[in-house]
């Protein structure tokens, strides 16, 4: 194996490896049960987008296979709507 293959794959390995660790505290650090499922459903959302991502990359010849980059704006836009709703679950748990 070449040495850029090589260094693909280790950096690939630690993004993905940096992905579980960030999705396992957010989970953790929830404090109340609505709040984690909630969070759970986010982020298994986000990784399953994410791996449609990829299937879309790599399956799809080019050029259409660079338009997957696109698709990382919708999961973009969207964090201050799940940051909104996390913040609402917060608020609804305390009052009860």
Do not use: H
């Amino acid at each position: 194996m070449g040495t850029g293959l090589v260094l693909g794959i280790v950096g690939s390995s630690l993004g993905v490896m940096g992905g579980v660790i960030g999705t396992y505290f957010s989970i953790r650090n929830t404090k109340r049960p609505r709040e984690r499922s909630l969070m759970i459903r986010l982020a298994a959302m986000c990784w399953v987008w994410f791996a449609g991502m990829l299937v879309w990359m790599f399956l799809i010849p080019r050029p259409w296979n660079q338009a997957a980059m696109l698709f990382n704006l919708p999961i973009l836009f969207s964090i201050p709507r799940m940051n909104r709703r996390l913040a609402l679950a917060r608020a609804e748990d305390e009052a009860t």
